[in-house]
């Protein structure tokens, strides 16, 4: 039992909304959606639920196509960013309501809203209404209404994203065990890399509207296929410099290199782009084979126990995260350095050609 997206893509007037797309998302999994404002996630969620029809290719659901099945008659449910209650309801008859429109009978109803306020931690506030509640819990009474349906395939649109950091949290930490419990199809869209790591399950990165991979979270991670797919799973997005591979060394401009180990040393030849994270640059060298980058420091934002560094490496911009607190003055010549085991190596076409060496060994 799964929903499977068969080149499923979606033009309008002219402009592509959603590239052809082919996924396969199975039943009882959960599947984040990771791109930037803009990249696609709400469009290819509304294609899934059938809010919109695709411009080509096919959506099965459970082996039947339905890519023309108007929404009202899919087992679907999804939850906005914008959560929505009936404010003059309780929380038991907002639970209740879509029951209610299904014809269900009273004790098919109770049995349902009290098992999924259950599920959802709500049990002691179905009496009261929504805004009664903190707004972790509104969302919560939103999400029981969309789960209460009994919907094979639950869609969260950037749920989280308007709740204070205290309660997005505590939802982060229960939207796994929820998903577990119900057995469902999720399908949850963020922006946020740390997000989709904290979920688990599957993640498809999205860039302007282009699925630019899909497979089991940690995986795409620490194996981006391209430099895309790792600047969009990367917060801040992914350092890039061009390096050379030479014989058994990678120059990275200037006196900066290393030797070629490892898959390093498979790599044919040429010029390349090194990617690195912002949290693999240093202020020090912590390896005897550390890399040294001469930069200029622009802004420092302290957060509290780790600094971000904005710097220029010649023409580039890169962003370093390092640990404690760094009060230092932009326009700054500093030094940074990496270990050349976080680096990755992506092909003139953007392609991964050599994965960091200490991602493989995870």
């Not at 590239?19 to 899934?48: A, D, F, Q, Y």
């Not at 269900?104 to 049990?123: C, G, H, N, P, Y």
């Not at 976080?342 to 050609?353: E, K, N, T």
Request: aromatic share 6%.
């Amino acid at each position: 039992m799964a929903l499977e997206l068969h080149s499923v893509g979606r033009t309008v007037k002219g402009q592509v909304h959603i590239h052809p797309t082919t996924l396969t998302l199975e039943k009882g999994t959960m599947n984040v959606l990771l791109g930037p404002t803009l990249s696609g996630k709400t469009s290819l969620m509304r294609l899934m639920a059938g809010l919109d029809v695709p411009t080509g290719g096919r959506i099965l659901w459970h082996g039947a196509d339905v890519t023309g099945q108007r929404v009202q008659d899919r087992k679907v449910a999804m939850v906005y960013q914008q959560f929505i209650n009936y404010p003059a309801m309780s929380v038991y008859d907002n639970i209740a309501s879509p029951m209610r429109l299904m014809g269900k009978s009273k004790a098919e109803v109770d049995r349902a809203v009290r098992e999924t306020a259950e599920m959802l931690k709500l049990t002691p506030m179905l009496g009261r209404k929504p805004l009664e509640l903190s707004g972790g819990q509104q969302q919560r009474c939103a999400l029981a209404r969309a789960l209460v349906k009994g919907a094979g395939l639950v869609l969260l649109d950037e749920p989280l994203a308007n709740l204070d950091y205290k309660l997005r949290e505590e939802l982060r930490a229960e939207i796994p065990r929820i998903f577990e419990e119900s057995g469902a199809i999720f399908v949850y869209a963020t922006t946020e890399p740390e997000e989709a790591l904290l979920l688990g399950g599957n993640t498809a990165t999205l860039w302007e509207g282009r699925v630019t991979q899909f497979g089991p979270t940690p995986h795409v991670y620490r194996h981006p296929a391209d430099a895309t797919t790792a600047r969009v799973f990367s917060d801040p997005p992914m350092n890039f410099t061009p390096c050379v591979k030479q014989g058994g060394r990678i120059d990275f401009g200037g006196s900066a290199s290393a030797p070629a180990t490892g898959l390093l040393a498979t790599l044919p030849d040429g010029r390349y782009t090194a990617g690195f994270r912002a949290n693999h640059l240093h202020l020090n060298a912590q390896f005897g084979t550390a890399v040294e980058f001469p930069c200029t420091l622009g802004v420092t934002e302290i957060t509290g126990s780790e600094t971000f560094l904005h710097l220029m490496h010649g023409t580039e911009k890169w962003v370093a995260l390092v640990h404690g607190v760094h009060d230092l003055a932009g326009g700054k010549q500093i030094s940074l350095f990496l270990d050349p085991a976080h680096a990755y190596i992506f092909d003139a076409s953007g392609r991964l050609a050599a994965p960091a060496s200490y991602a493989t060994a995870a």
